[in-house]
Structure formats: structure tokens, C-alpha cells
């Protein structure tokens, strides 16, 4: 079965400080990854989406930037991180299938804090 | 752009009410829909999705929802609500992508 992991869970930062959060994916190949930010009141941003190795799409202007080094792997990362960083990070996977049905499944999520 | 409104941000219970929770959709295309739940401390899950044929959808744990095109609807319904379905629900939509556009939340709160 394809389980999702991200870490880390919690993380503390100071204002400047880079940033790199991890997601993996087990038991699929080939998967379309997500990157959400989801904040009190405001439900789920789609930050990054991803449809194969090194294929990023940006769906807002941000500090951030993601990346994909392998095809089960998705990285979230920023050079100097603000304020309005803080939040509630969610990774995602689907199957990828053509006509946007496909279920999207979530990770555990990691919570930061930006101080 | 489109967007998802889910007008109940707060929704309080007592055990065996019945719930619905409002979710409307600004595209006039084709629409995948679909409702998450997040229980507390628990990843977001799918509680069940619409893509084609009966408009009434049966999920889990004993949810349903129905998709009226007319009014770019896709409402939550529950006959009888339990403590354990206390958490934050989430309507999303997909028009020709895997991309979801997420409603903002409503957190709903069943006491015994």
C-alpha cells in the first residue's frame, strides 16, 4: 500500500533562517505531488505542484520554492524565511490520471513556527 | 478565478442531530468535487468524492453528499451526528487538473 511521510513535524525557526521540508512517497511510481499551506480560517493554498522528476509549477508568489530530486521525493525549501511563514505544511500525492479525478492523499503535515 | 465557499466556519452539535454543511463552487465547466475531513491530530482524508453519474454520494462512516448542478452545490449531509465526528471539513474541487481548490473550512464540533 502507498504510505506518505513528511518530516519534520514540528520545526521553530528564526526570522532569516533557511528552510527544508521533506516529503516522500512509498508504494507508487511516478506520482503527482503537492505542496499546500494551510492557515486558520483559510483552508488549503496549493503552494507547488509537481507531474514528474525536476517538473515544478509555482501557484503563488512566495518566498519559497520546491523541488524534486527523485520521483518519489518533494522538497519545500526558502532561502530566509518571514514571518508570514508560519503555518501548517501538507505534502499530497495522486495517481496522475488525465481529466483531474483522481484522489489526492496527504501527508502528516509539519507544523512551523517563525519566530 | 474559481473559488469554493463553504459559508459554516463553525457548526455545533449535539450527538443525533443531523448535518448538512454548505459547499458551492464558482465554475460553470465540468467539476470533479470531493469533501475531506482532518480529525484532530489525524492527516486529511477523503470522505468522499462526485465525478460522474448519481448525483447523490454515499462516503464513509455514514456521509453523503449531492451535487445540484443548478446551483453549484455540493452539500454535506449526515442524518446523525456522533462525538466522533468532531473535526474540520473541507469541500475541493478539480476542473481538467489534479489541482484541488479548497473551501475554507468548517470546523464542527458534536458533544455527547
Known amino acids: 500500500s502507498q504510505t506518505i511521510h513528511q518530516w519534520p513535524a514540528t520545526l521553530v525557526q528564526p526570522v532569516g533562517s533557511p528552510l527544508s521540508l521533506e516529503c516522500t512517497v512509498e508504494g507508487t511510481s511516478n506520482p503527482n505531488l503537492y505542496w499546500y499551506r494551510q492557515a486558520a480560517g483559510r483552508g488549503l493554498q496549493l503552494l507547488f505542484y509537481s507531474v514528474g522528476i525536476g517538473q515544478i509549477s509555482s501557484e503563488v508568489p512566495q518566498n519559497l520554492s520546491a523541488s524534486r530530486p527523485q520521483d518519489r521525493q518533494f522538497i519545500l525549501s526558502s532561502k530566509k524565511l518571514l514571518l508570514s511563514d508560519s503555518g501548517f505544511y501538507l505534502c499530497?500525492?495522486?495517481?496522475?490520471?488525465?481529466?483531474?479525478?483522481?484522489?489526492?492523499?496527504f501527508g502528516p503535515g509539519t507544523r512551523l513556527l517563525v519566530l | 478565478a474559481q473559488s469554493v465557499s463553504q459559508h459554516n466556519h463553525h457548526v455545533i452539535l449535539s450527538e443525533a442531530a443531523s448535518l448538512e454543511l454548505g459547499c458551492n463552487y464558482s465554475y460553470g465547466g465540468t467539476v470533479n468535487l470531493f469533501w475531506y475531513v482532518q480529525y484532530p491530530g489525524q492527516h486529511l482524508q477523503l470522505l468522499l468524492k462526485?465525478?460522474?453519474?448519481?448525483?447523490l454520494v454515499k462516503g464513509i462512516k455514514g456521509f453523503e453528499a449531492e451535487f445540484i448542478k443548478s446551483k453549484f452545490s455540493f452539500n454535506l449531509r449526515k442524518p446523525s451526528v456522533q462525538w466522533s465526528d468532531t473535526a474540520e471539513y473541507f469541500c475541493?474541487?478539480?476542473?481538467?487538473?489534479?489541482?484541488?481548490?479548497f473551501g475554507t473550512g468548517t470546523r464542527l464540533q458534536v458533544f455527547p
Open positions: 499530497a500525492w495522486s495517481g496522475g490520471l488525465a481529466g483531474g479525478g483522481e484522489t489526492q492523499y
Open positions: 462526485y465525478f460522474s453519474g448519481d448525483p
Open positions: 475541493a474541487v478539480n476542473m481538467w487538473t489534479d489541482k484541488l481548490i
